[in-house]
């Protein structure tokens, strides 16, 4: 079975704070498939990262990075100087290779920038 | 302009009035998927399709059918709404590999009363 958790429900910060979203996952799979999702207030899903699990090197786009550790089956997603633009619900989700195509989502971390 | 489109976006009804939400995509990909979104729950799979004529059940699928009959399409059909259905509606395509991205439509929001 497959899980994602994402403990924070809510979250709100003051513009140009830098924030973390958690994602902890449990698979069996030994290759598996991690992504985050934006949902922005118009309510449309974002994509905006896909992680291999055979592959554990950090990511940055932009203010945009994220830390990818096996050890502790975390996928944690990093805003630095957030943005009143970055307010949205953020989702981790998970695939596994012998889930097949089956994506499973945490239950979002919504996120407030405030100015 | 590669997309997944859906129809309607908003939707009110009554109980019991059979509906049918339409699914397009243009990116030629094998799989489709619908999924709900409610609060506190997140997003959760209905249904879902590997190709022409292949159609599986996902975590949630009472009272919900499906079809696809061709690749591009995949309707989702309400047979007897009721108000527990009440809820955001997201369809998805990918393309043939697990590693591969869902794409998402923009969403139905049904409510049915």
């Known amino acids: 079975a497959q899980k994602v958790t994402q403990a924070q429900t809510e979250i709100s910060v003051v513009e140009k704070e830098d924030v973390t979203l958690d994602c902890v996952y449990e698979?069996?799979?030994?290759?598996?498939?991690l992504f985050w999702y934006k949902q922005p207030p118009s309510g449309e899903l974002v994509f905006l990262i896909r992680?291999?699990?055979?592959?554990?090197q950090n990511e940055i786009s932009g203010r945009y990075s994220w830390n990818f550790q096996k050890s502790t089956s975390s996928f944690n997603f990093t805003i630095t100087a957030s943005q009143v633009v970055d307010s949205a619900v953020y989702f981790c989700?998970?695939?596994?290779?012998?889930?097949?195509?089956?994506?499973?989502f945490g239950k979002g971390t919504s996120l407030l920038v405030t100015p | 302009e590669a997309q997944v489109t859906q129809n309607p976006r908003y939707l009110i009804t009554v109980t019991g009035k059979k509906l049918t939400v339409t699914c397009s995509q243009n990116?030629?990909?094998?799989?489709m998927s619908w999924y709900r979104q409610d609060p506190g729950l997140g997003l959760r799979q209905i249904y879902y399709?590997?190709?022409?004529?292949?159609?599986d059940k996902g975590d949630v699928p009472e009272g919900y059918k499906v079809s696809r009959k061709e690749k591009r399409n995949f309707p989702l059909i309400l047979e007897s709404p009721s108000p527990n259905q009440t809820s955001l509606y997201f369809c998805?395509?990918?393309?043939?590999?697990?590693?591969?991205?869902?794409?998402f439509g923009p969403g139905t929001r049904l409510t049915v009363l």
């Open positions: 989700a998970l695939s596994g290779l012998n889930s097949g195509y089956a994506l499973n």
């Open positions: 992680r291999n699990s055979f592959d554990e």
């Open positions: 998805a395509s990918k393309g043939g590999e697990v590693r591969h991205e869902q794409f």
């Open positions: 990116m030629n990909h094998e799989y």
């Open positions: 399709s590997m190709n022409v004529e292949v159609t």
């Open positions: 698979t069996r799979d030994t290759t598996y498939y």
